[in-house]
Structures are given as structure tokens and as C-alpha cells.
């Protein structure tokens, strides 16, 4: 279950806490819910989403509420729950983590601050630091940066309560995708197979971790398409998608295809299959993120030449610059309470980036793999003229087979996305280990 690990995660985080206060310099920290954020001359608000910190040690809903933690203490979390009749207020009951809280309810904002004993040197994490600056917290301690970059270094290592609520939003976003496959294959419009997903784990738009991807066809080059057209159905379908779990999410892409689709283009897809799951069975401890990245270029430019694309093999064709224009995102990125994780570039504990080589500009990890580290392997191959476009003149025109290029255009791209965890042997894939129970279809039928 997932609230089995639960206490061991309170105890971890309030053991990298004390250190992380102990090297800048507080004796305790409050970390804030976060306010609702109102649309610019609008009386609407933004579907909430807590500050991530405060995610981390609880996965209480809702706005306001305010932890206090301090040195040798249990954490003290002040509920605010207003009465309100415009909106369901819905008991807190008694989850599974009530208890490793000293816990008091309170109706507003203003309350929840008078409840918390604050002394000595306090910092502040939040939204809100005029406000905490208004019940003494001084502003050098308004979100430092020398306690919020350990915050976020730290948040990299996962706890096996974590691991478990990422391993249920896979498989939540697994049968999504089952579900979306269906959809696709029964000639679905894109708004059909999104409204097929999210029917299929039962949550609505906002309970989604990020806007779905639903591309057919030439839609799948767009990395971040969110266009959802209602009429039509495709030979190609890209979608990327998560779900989550307390807070925690997962992030899933796949691409399919009908027999339709032309057979070049679905030798790509079965050709990315294969070099995805290859990429994460290079997973282990101490590998660099860069030479996963690396490789996956590599992998891709054999591909690319195999089907006929590129007239070159991979390593001529990295050196060539002519992966890129297929392959132009970053491998992965960190995984856990935010889809986007923090710390993918960070340096150390103390801060400071390493940022990615010139070559490789949209890298977002450049950390060094270590185990309970949760990230993407996310290969993909897109046909994106405004990329391409370059290449069809000068030095590298005669490595490309344009006609081929432009039959292919059409169906856009292919992504093939898991969430792994490193582990001291190797890793764990999330992703495959709920899709092997799943009976999610194979991308290329046959």
C-alpha cells in the first residue's frame, strides 16, 4: 500500500531537514500551501497547486495550510478549512498521514500563523513572504536560497513511499493509455481520445499532472500540441499523458499506428521501440545523464539510416549536426511532485548549475545518475520542417533522401516515453512493469 512507507518518508525528510537547517544556518522552517492565483481582471481562479515542498512531506489538498518544522520536534501543520457555503468543504477524516502530524484546524489564514510557536532563526518557503515577514520572519529568511537549494537537491533521492505513489500513477496513466489506444484504433477524433483517457483513470482535466498531448499524424511534430481537434481520425497517434498519486506523477508518451500508416514511417516507430528500451537498460548508478542523452543520438542516427532517411550513420551524423533536426528536445528530465522535477542541472547541494553542452541546448539533466534518482527516457524523432528546412540547402542537403523525408512528413513524429528508477543494480521501469499487466496493444499492429 502506499501509506505503508509513509512514516519512513516523514522520518527521511525530517533527517535531511535538521542537516539542510543546520548548514544555512536556521533552527526551523515554514513551508506554505501556497495562495490561489486569480486570472488577471477576473474574479476566476487557476486550478491550485501546492508548493511543491509542502507536497513533499504531505499530501494534503487545499490551500493556506502552514507547516512548521523545527530541530527535534514532530512537524506541526495547521489546517486552514474556512467555512464556506460556496464550495464543498469535505471533512478531513483520518488519512493515513494525520498522525505524523501535531495537527490543529483553523478557519483562516491569520489563525494558522498565531498557532505556530516561532523562535529563534525561522526561514520561510511560500508564495506569500509578506505575509510571513508580517509575523517575524525576517526577509533574509524569506525563501533563501542557501536552504532551498538543498530543499531541491535533495528532493532527487526518492523514498520508497514516493517510488510507491509514482509506481500507482503509472499505473493509473498506463490504463489511461490503454484506454486511449482503443480509442484510436476505433477512429476517434484527438478531443475523443483524450476525453477516452481521462474517463478511464476518473479524474478530470485539472486532476491531470500536466495538458494531455493528442496529436494524429502531422499534429505528433508539434512537441507540446495541445490543439485536441474534435473531427477526424489518424494513421499516427502520438500522446503524452500522465496521471497522479498523491501529488506524484507519472509521464507517459506512446505512439501507434494503423496498417495505414506508410510502412517506412512504422518501421521508425518499431525501430524506436527497440532503441527506448535500450537506452533504459544503460540506466545504472554513476553513469553520466549527458551520455544517455548522447547515446540515444547515436541510436537514433542508425535508425534514421537504416529506414533510409540519412545516408550516414549515427556517429557521422552527430558529427554532421543531422540528428538534431530529428531529435530536437533532451532524452529526460527528473520525475516526482512536479513533472519537471527540480535539480535535473543542479550542481551540488550548495547550488550553482551545470548547464548542458552548446550542442545539446534543451538538456534538462546534467546530474550524475545515482540511485533512487526517478527520470524520463524519452527518445524522440519528429519531421519538423522549419527544422529540416536548413538542410535542404548547402553542406549537408545530399545526407538527407528528401522524397523520402517528405512522404514521411505527414505523420508527424514518434515519442516513446517510460519513468525508470535508478536502483543500486540497475533500474526499475515503472512505466513497463505496469504495462506488462495492463495488455496495452503494440505500437505497430502485425
Known amino acids: 500500500m502506499v501509506s505503508q512507507h509513509y512514516p519512513a518518508h516523514v522520518s527521511e525528510r525530517q533527517k535531511k531537514l535538521e542537516a539542510a537547517l543546520a548548514a544555512a544556518g536556521f533552527d526551523g522552517l515554514v513551508i506554505q500551501a501556497g495562495a490561489p492565483f486569480t486570472y488577471f481582471s477576473d474574479d476566476q481562479d487557476a486550478p491550485f497547486r501546492p508548493t511543491p515542498h509542502f507536497a513533499h512531506w504531505t499530501p494534503l489538498e487545499g490551500p493556506s495550510h502552514l507547516l512548521h518544522l523545527q530541530v527535534g520536534k514532530k512537524p506541526r501543520l495547521a489546517r486552514v478549512a474556512p467555512e464556506d457555503y460556496w464550495y464543498e468543504q469535505a471533512p478531513l477524516g483520518n488519512p493515513y498521514w494525520a498522525s505524523q502530524f501535531d495537527m490543529v484546524e483553523v478557519p483562516d489564514v491569520e489563525r494558522a500563523w498565531r498557532e505556530l510557536p516561532i523562535r529563534g532563526r525561522t526561514a520561510y518557503v511560500g ?42 500513477a503509472s499505473a493509473l496513466g498506463v490504463r489511461g493509455h490503454a484506454a486511449a489506444s482503443s480509442a484510436f484504433r476505433e477512429g476517434a477524433s484527438e478531443l475523443a481520445i483524450h476525453q477516452a483517457y481521462v474517463e478511464a483513470i476518473g479524474c478530470t482535466d485539472k486532476d491531470l499532472p500536466y495538458e494531455s498531448i493528442v496529436g494524429l499524424d502531422e499534429k ?14 489518424g494513421r499516427v497517434l502520438l500522446i503524452d499523458v500522465g496521471a497522479q498519486v498523491n501529488r506524484y506523477a507519472s509521464d507517459i508518451t506512446r505512439t501507434w499506428t494503423t496498417d495505414k500508416a506508410d510502412a517506412a514511417f512504422r518501421d521508425l516507430v518499431a525501430g524506436m521501440e527497440k532503441l527506448q528500451l535500450e537506452l533504459c537498460g544503460l540506466v545504472k548508478p554513476g553513469i553520466a545523464y549527458l551520455d544517455l542523452h548522447a547515446a540515444a543520438h547515436q541510436k537514433i542516427g542508425d535508425l534514421l539510416h537504416k529506414v533510409g532517411v540519412l545516408k550516414i550513420g549515427g556517429k557521422d551524423a552527430i558529427a554532421r549536426g543531422v540528428t538534431s533536426p530529428f531529435f530536437p528536445h533532451g532524452l529526460g528530465h527528473f520525475l516526482g511532485i512536479q513533472v519537471h522535477d527540480v535539480g535535473g542541472r543542479q550542481k ?71 519513468n525508470v528508477l535508478v536502483t543500486k543494480d540497475g533500474h526499475r521501469n515503472l512505466t513497463r512493469e505496469a504495462t506488462a499487466s495492463s495488455g496495452l496493444p503494440r505500437a505497430v499492429p502485425g
Open 127 to 168: 508564495d506569500r513572504p509578506e505575509e510571513a515577514g508580517a509575523h517575524g520572519i525576517l526577509r533574509d529568511a524569506q525563501n533563501p536560497s542557501a536552504l532551498t537549494a538543498r530543499l531541491d537537491w535533495d528532493r532527487a533521492v526518492k523514498t520508497a513511499y514516493e517510488v510507491d505513489c509514482m509506481a500507482a
Open 348 to 418: 551540488s547541494p550548495e547550488g550553482g548549475t551545470v548547464p548542458p553542452p552548446p550542442e545539446f541546448p534543451y538538456l534538462r539533466t546534467t546530474r550524475k545518475v545515482e540511485v533512487g534518482q526517478v527520470f524520463t527516457i524519452e527518445p524522440g524523432l519528429y519531421f519538423i520542417e522549419m527544422l529540416l528546412r536548413p538542410h535542404r540547402t548547402g553542406a549537408t542537403k545530399d545526407l538527407f533522401d528528401w522524397k523520402l523525408v517528405d512522404r514521411l512528413s505527414s505523420h508527424g513524429g514518434i515519442r516513446i516515453e517510460d
Open 220 to 233: 505528433g511534430a508539434i512537441l507540446h500540441y495541445c490543439g485536441k481537434r474534435k473531427t477526424g481520425s
